[in-house]
């Protein structure tokens, strides 16, 4: 042992050096976390300590084109759970369960919207019903990471009236999350699902904002009110062409009877009016989750009241769509308004060696084509479509937009159904080489065979019957009017042919649906279909007034029997539109 | 009469004072979480602990050197049947459940006696190294004193309690310096450990091999040392890696679970992780005295145990933890002097064993909540909450200002 003071006091001096040493290498490495390194440690406190609660953002108001809600947000509540893992979510469903009833498809909901994203509150009831509410407000501190929150809830004032128009929401599907149009969707969130809802989400949807509150290592909150919200902010309000008083007229006529789509707008615009399918159904009830039963009830209903009838369901346009062969023919030259035929109608017409009828069967005898279009003779158009031959008929009607998609702002509109030209190519391939005959020309010229359209192209195709050659897109929401000229008469050709269309009404085959101090033109549709062969889709399609068109209707009977039913309908809609137009009108102008 | 212990080391009280009453205030924040539970009051038993601790260091400081010195080899004995009683009464605790560190009787947990053996120990080890006339100058003249720590440090490790044993090895380590012991021969001690620490990377343990050989060549030792030596170095470096490796992920996992029962790597990661974040994010001002959100929320773990700097560094910031570590190295600077100005080389022995005792502690709990150390499960003097824990610290002071007392230069009144 060597104890000497000089050799201990040496070994003192490197002990203490160690020491020294020791503390400054820990005192560095505070000092590098506590100094250097602060702000990364503090951001990872803060997200430690503080979750993220989104706040609903209500949705855009949408109105109609004079300031009439279409659709609104109504106070709700919402229902969330910051859970730790699936079991902490099922106890807590199971213990809400002991107060009010829970579904087990709620459970699986909250479930699924668990598993989708953890890290946001899940989402147990979007739209809780105020009873639920108040009954957990008592019981809050049994319910760790419960969040109850004011969610805006949309409602649609005129519900079913206009649900064919502006669709509904719902909360975004697994297939939509998956989509790059949703890229920054969150589960759990509303989206537009259908109509204007959809088409316009962009616009409609507001931004979300945030609560944010303090929780603890076990994910239960702690304070509320952790730091400021970030509020949520509402859209701009979303103004539309749609006339809501018409709309509402339209879906007070249809009732709950009949079946069918109607479109109506305006001619030189486009503005679409009024928008409807029925039968209808309430986007009201669609609104926090479907109810299975209502789900199922629209399901099982066999005239398809989701499907919507005006833009979605292609039907053989029949008598309506001889207008589109009469202007072929005037712009091929073939024959003119005024022209008749070889073969007078006796009631029907013999090809070969098969005999096609006309819809009346006393025959209209010797006539003019503006008599042939006032009347609907059949066997006339079926001489003036052979006269035109298939590829110039096929060709022509393409060029009228016969294949074409109305351009409507709404989603999932449908394509017409019309052959491609060449038309051998297109028969060919239809029916075999062998399997068709120059016949298909007579079906076609009267609007029947190969040919099915939705409502809302042939309104299009009848604004520019109105105007002068040029098709208005429909637009539901003002910003870029279109038209676009789909034929090329001259003023004479056209004035006749709507003189014509004026005389359908006026002595023809509308005559019943007269108007009062109105002169409507338009033309009756009844159209043989596959799936009924006793009733037939009943058409109209016109225009009002017919010397300078304010509006433009096209109504489809699905399996309503004869045109002139749908022409009544057509004409009381003009009639409550122009006359609405008046009353409104201020009885003197300027000051 | 009192003349030969006048006057007391005041300062060195005064520090050890001073570290106690900051220890306790940081038990009390300890307590104060959103969700309170029984860490809320734990500071009151923490304050009887202090009160016990500081009667017993003043009843030390009044006995003498002499005395302790004679009550060494009684103490020792004693220390060892407590520890070979645990491995079969012993008990757990809290995060280190499974282990058997804790002495009960009929469900009421005592203490931890390996808190106590680290003082039995250091006192049995001055005994051993003092008597002996010259310093140990072979390894196998080191026989004595290995098996005096060696014993205990089984028993310890048998609990396990990985923690402790380090503590053992910092106090071996650092009497053998302190008794003369040459520092190659110190080197060659530890090289077996050095070689199992490096074993996982081939250049640096081959680095170290090379530089072991050398010493070995120029200190010459007898042959079968140096073979023993090498010997052991190279099992440590090349076979424990190769067996170890040969093991399944399952066996490495529950060896690595035996040397330190905390160590199931996901909980040990996050703890590491939370207690960076509490520190970090206190800043060089600290989020205030009760307030730091990580211990309030429960994100920080042991928040009144082994990281209770962390709740320092996140609540008093930088300033905070200057001054904790200050005042530590202050007192340590000071038992050094101790052990420097001791009346015999016993009292010189016991004070610098047990400032080793000390700052290993320091090193190793403050070291882990920042991350420089692994997760031990090591308790940091006057802070922590613990009974055993807080008594033997007090008996270190007691100890040492019996010694300040004793030792030469109390009348040049110098204050570190």
């Known amino acids: 042992m060597s104890f ?35 702000a990364r440690y503090v951001l990872a406190s803060e997200e430690n300590r503080l979750r993220e609660i989104p706040l609903p953002a209500p949705r855009g108001v949408i109105y109609d084109r004079t300031g009439r809600v279409i659709a609104e947000n109504l106070p709700g509540y919402s229902i969330s759970l910051l859970a730790r893992n699936e079991d902490s979510l099922r106890t807590t469903m199971r213990r809400i369960g002991e107060l009010v009833s829970v579904s087990p498809e709620q459970v699986g909901a909250a479930v699924r919207r668990y598993h989708r994203d953890r890290s946001r509150p899940t989402v147990l009831f979007g739209d809780a019903p105020f009873e639920l509410v108040s009954v957990l407000e008592e019981r809050r501190f049994d319910f760790p990471g419960l969040i109850i929150q004011s969610a805006p809830k949309r409602y649609y004032p005129d519900g079913p009236a206009v649900s064919a128009l502006v669709g509904y929401t719902g909360e975004i599907s697994d297939a939509e999350l998956g989509q790059t149009a949703f890229g920054e969707y969150k589960a759990g969130q509303q989206v537009g699902k259908d ?3 959809r088409q316009y989400e962009s616009r409609l949807r507001g931004r979300e904002g945030i609560r944010f509150v303090e929780v603890d290592a076990r994910g239960r909150v702690v304070r509320e009110n952790a730091r400021e919200d970030l509020l949520p902010e509402a859209p701009q309000a ?39 399918s029925a039968p209808t159904f309430d986007p009201n009830r669609f609104i926090g989750g479907i109810p299975l039963s209502y789900w199922r009830e629209l399901q099982a209903d066999e005239r398809r009241p989701l499907y919507n009838k005006a833009i979605k369901g292609t039907y053989p346009p029949g008598s309506v769509w001889k207008l589109a062969t009469a202007i072929v023919s005037l712009e091929e030259g073939v024959a003119q308004l005024d022209d008749h035929m070889s073969v007078p109608c006796t009631g029907g017409y013999q090809f070969g060696n098969r005999y096609f009828r006309c819809w009346d069967a006393k025959g209209h005898g010797d006539i003019s084509m503006a008599r042939a279009i006032e009347l609907s003779c059949d066997v006339y158009f079926y001489q003036l479509g052979l006269k035109i031959g298939l590829q110039k008929l096929i060709a022509g009607g393409i060029r009228l937009g016969s294949r074409e998609r109305s351009g409507v702002d709404l989603p999932a509109e449908n394509r017409p159904l019309f052959p491609t030209d060449p038309p051998k190519a297109y028969y060919d391939r239809l029916f075999g080489p062998q399997g068709w005959t120059s016949a298909v020309t007579l079906n076609l010229s009267i609007g029947q065979g190969e040919n099915s359209q939705t409502v809302v192209n042939m309104a299009r195709f009848y604004t520019a019957l109105a105007t002068d050659g040029q098709a208005a897109r429909p637009e539901i929401v003002p910003g870029r009017a279109e038209r676009i000229r789909l034929f090329d008469l001259d003023p004479k050709q056209m004035a006749e042919l709507q003189r014509a269309l004026t005389d359908v009404v006026g002595r023809g085959t509308a005559t019943s649906s007269r108007i009062e101090g109105i002169t409507v033109a338009g033309k009756t549709g009844t159209a043989q279909n596959a799936q009924d062969a006793i009733n037939d889709h009943a058409w109209f399609v016109g225009y009002a007034p017919a010397e300078d068109p304010k509006i433009v209707v096209a109504v489809m009977l699905e399996f309503g029997g004869h045109g002139t039913r749908a022409a009544r309908i057509a004409t009381r809609i003009m009639e409550r539109f122009l006359k609405a137009r008046v009353a409104s009108m201020p009885l003197t102008e300027g000051e | 009469m009192n003349s030969r212990r006048i006057p007391s080391d005041w300062p060195l009280a005064a520090f050890a ?39 017993v260091a003043y009843a030390i400081s ?24 645990l491995l079969f009464i012993g008990t757990g605790a809290g995060t280190a459940a499974s282990t058997k560190s804790w002495l009960a009787i009929g469900g009421v947990r005592l203490g931890q006696p390996s808190e106590l053996a680290k003082i039995a120990v250091v006192l049995m080890l001055a005994r051993v190294l003092s008597a002996q006339r010259q310093a140990p100058t072979s390894l196998f003249a080191l026989w004595r004193p290995a098996l005096i720590v060696g014993v205990p440090w089984l028993l310890i490790m048998a609990q396990p309690d990985l923690g402790t044993g380090l503590v053992f090895l910092g106090v071996f380590f650092a009497m053998l310096f302190w008794s003369g012991v040459s520092w190659p021969l110190l080197v060659m001690a530890a090289s077996p450990a050095v ?65 330190d029962p905390s160590s199931d790597p996901r909980a040990s990661g996050y703890q590491m992780i939370q207690s960076q974040v509490a520190i970090g994010s206190g800043g060089f001002f600290g989020k205030g005295f009760t307030v730091g959100s990580q211990k ?30 200050g005042l530590l190295c202050v007192l340590m600077l000071r038992t050094v002097r101790v052990a420097a100005r001791a009346s015999s080389p016993f009292a010189s022995l016991v004070a610098f064993g047990l400032t080793a005792a000390l700052f290993t502690h320091v090193l190793v709990n403050v070291g882990m909540t920042i991350g420089l150390m692994p997760i031990t499960g ?24 019996l010694i300040s007392a004793e030792g030469r230069g109390k009348a040049d009144g110098l204050v570190i």
């Open chain 1, 4 to 38: 000497h003071p000089n050799e201990v006091q040496r070994r003192a001096r490197v002990a203490s050096a160690l020491l020294l040493a020791g503390f400054a290498l820990l005192l560095g490495a505070f000092f590098r976390a506590q100094v250097l390194q602060s």
């Open chain 1, 195 to 197: 109509g204007i809802e």
């Open chain 1, 238 to 276: 979303l103004y539309t062409n749609i006339d809501l008083d018409l709309q509402r007229f339209v879906h007070e006529i249809f009732g709950d009877s009949l079946i069918g789509g109607v479109v109506a707008m305006e001619p030189r615009s486009g503005a679409v009016l009024a928008l409807h």
């Open chain 2, 17 to 55: 004072f001073a570290l106690t009453a900051f220890g306790v205030l940081m038990v009390y924040s300890a307590g104060q979480t959103d969700v309170p539970n029984f860490v809320e009051r734990i500071w009151r038993a923490q304050l009887v602990w202090v009160g016990l601790g500081v009667a």
């Open chain 2, 62 to 85: 009044r006995t003498s050197v002499r005395l302790v010195e004679w009550a060494s080899l009684p103490v020792y004995v004693g220390a060892l049947v407590l520890l070979v009683l």
């Open chain 2, 195 to 259: 070689s199992l620490v490096l074993a996982f990377g081939v250049g640096a343990w081959g680095a170290w091999f090379l530089l072991l050989l050398a010493l070995v060549a120029w200190q010459r030792p007898h042959w079968l040392e140096g073979a023993v030596l090498v010997g052991s170095n190279f099992v440590m470096g090349v076979v424990a890696p190769l067996l170890w490796e040969r093991l399944n992920p399952y066996q490495q996992r529950r060896l690595l679970v035996f040397l």
């Open chain 2, 296 to 325: 309030r929320l429960a994100f920080l773990p042991e928040q009144y145990t082994d990281f209770i700097f962390a709740v320092v560094g996140e609540e008093l910031g930088f300033i905070g933890v200057t001054l904790a570590l």
């Open chain 2, 378 to 401: 090591i308790p940091l003097p006057f802070f922590s909450y613990g009974g055993s824990f807080m008594l033997a610290c007090w008996m270190a002071v007691g100890l040492l200002v």
